[in-house]
């Protein structure tokens, strides 16, 4: 067991792929020499050589087209576009291409691939620093859509995702790279090495594609939470005192309908939870499906607390950002309701 | 609008918006397409530097000439049994067409992209390749499968999308794919398939392979950003990848010279790249054939990307949804200067004494009925209009590799 941030969890989890099977390459801007902007593939180029790790020219559509002609050759390519903003040029080949592969050949051409990319806000990153754009992901059929909350599970879900036989989409909450960060952004920044999910085993293991995690049980009402709203709930419900049931969805496709099903029937209220906009934002689903699933259990509607459908702001960040006010607001509405 | 105190001080821009100059009514005119006798364009070494080179880019390499001969420095690598084999696999591509058009016009299925005047392009430079290489097509390749052998009731079974659809009647017909025929599943979205190729070849030389990848894209498609990244990808990790462009002059009903732009020659896009570009005679099969050739033998000697304009023309429409009388002039097809590939080869072999007018007819009758054959075992497994399909249960296979609950639970809604 080791004390990791989450940088250097995925940092670890690219190194055992690559150590155990060299069909595993790495690649994107500045990920090779200088081992990528937020650092998670240092090291990875003088261990691995130049043609396992190695630098892109600047274009987010070459660097997936080319990664699917690998898979499609059988390579496992792991690639990084730098922010989560940038992918735009490059979803084309996601959504057209690699999500379809499999489908459109009959199984002939596959596409074992990660895209990663850091996403959200909280970071003063502006409007082509900070989106969250999962929902863009979650809507097209064929890829798996993951967002890890901490060190523990970054590692493990990589790792399962570099596995995975279908293209995965792995967004990392750049806020929490080094500290569970709660969402009360006056504080002092807390380090991973305080918080329990930072102890990471050394060795390869997985966190299974598609299971939820309970990080706070509770009876009063359910939390559906992911990334960085996973602490940021958590607080909320501290601040609060509120007897909040917090669940980490860690994979949104395929997402874990028992778990939450299971919570919302116990609790019979329920709170969904995303930084990303709200219209059709990945809360939407959520509220379906539990209404769906769990509608004579509910004791209140569901409330959903979001960013607004406003491009995410500079200045105004944390009047954007679903912080633990909001969010302690929410849980008023719903145990009111 | 803008104009100062003492007037306009410069005179209002224009846009400007090519236009081809020949529409319908109009006479053809290939005036300004300069084409150099057969024979008479050098071949550099494999090896010559890419700067020296840049002349490849603004001629045309041609071999057959008017009489019938193959000339010149490009001439004398493929045998008489060779080029009897290329004649039938262009033959069989244009029957192979002809049916299926009919098939479509007869509602046995809903579109149909045919190869008409293309045919060497495809057909000769899969000679060029070898077992194992791949080919990243767009939707007129179809020579690639047909010269590779592919079985002809397999593609109709796809285009039927019938029971036996290898593709499961998920696919548009024509977008096949044939993984074990080196034959990259078709995308349909233009362009994308391009830079793919490109990964495929880097794959391979991460891997230590000899095996090499060849990208096709259309006159129209080179606009597209995939085309762009291709190039600086392929050119930045020196990958072993032939860059095919068919200029068949018309992208639907968009003149070649859309997408060009100022350039002279759509191969002279390579040169801001610092790639090789190399412009064929498309109609000439033993030209494609030599340069394809040439190109696969720099790949896989190590020395990195070619790419190659093919210059042919669409003589038929854009697919079944086009009708082109009412964008281009009707007599510009028989007023292109390149010919049509099958008569022009037909009668290299007649000039050389290795075939005849009877050899041909009986050639002809065989393939025929050999298309024939096939359509009516297609049509065995069911057309698009009278079924059997796959089933619709196969719509949710190969979303995933394994089923996720939603999509098991939406089957079962569906009923299937």
Redesign the interface.
Known sequence: MARMTMIEAIRSAHDLAMERDERVVVFGEDVGYFGGVFRCTAGLQKKYGSSRCFDAPINESGIVGAGIGMAAYGLKPVVEIQFADYMYPAYDQIVSEAARMRHRSAGQFTCQMVIRMPTGGGIFGGQTHSQSPEALFTHVSGLKVVVPSNPQDAKGLLLAAIEDPDPVIFLEPKRLYNGPFDGHHDRPVVPWKAHPLGEVEDGPYTVPLGKAAIRRPGSALTVLAYGTMVHVAEAAAEDAGVDAEVIDLRTLIPYDLETITASVKKTGRCVVVHEATRTSGFGAELSALVQETCFYHLEAPVVRVTGWDTPYPHAQEWAYFPGPDRIRRAFKAVLEG | MNETVSGPRHKPLQLHVPEPGVRPGDAPDFSEFEIPRAGAVRRPGIDEAPEDMRDMAFSVVRVLNKAGEAVGPWAGRLTADDLRAGLRHMLTLRQFDERMLKAQRQGKTSFYVQNLGEEAVACAFRMALEDGD?N?PTYRQAGLLIAGGYPLTEMMNQIFSNGAD???G??LPV?Y???DHGF??V?G?LG?Q??????????????RDTRI?AAWIGDGSTSE??F???M??AS?YQAPVILNIVNNQWAISTFQGMARGGAVTFAARGHGFGIPAIRVDGNDYLAVHAVARWAAERARAGLGPTLIEHVTYRAGAHSTSDDPSAYRSKEECDAWPLGDPIDRLKRHLVTIGEWSEERHSQALAEITDAVRSAQKAAEANGTLITGPHPSPRAMFD?????M???LVRQRQEAGY
């Open positions: 791949m990243f290898p593709l499961k998920r696919q977008m794919s044939a993984r990259f599943t995308s979205n994308t391009f830079i793919q190729a490109v990964g495929w070849a880097m794959a391979s030389a991460i891997a990848a950003n995939d762009h990244a291709a600086v990808f930045s190969d979303v995933y590799a394994e996720p609950a939603h």
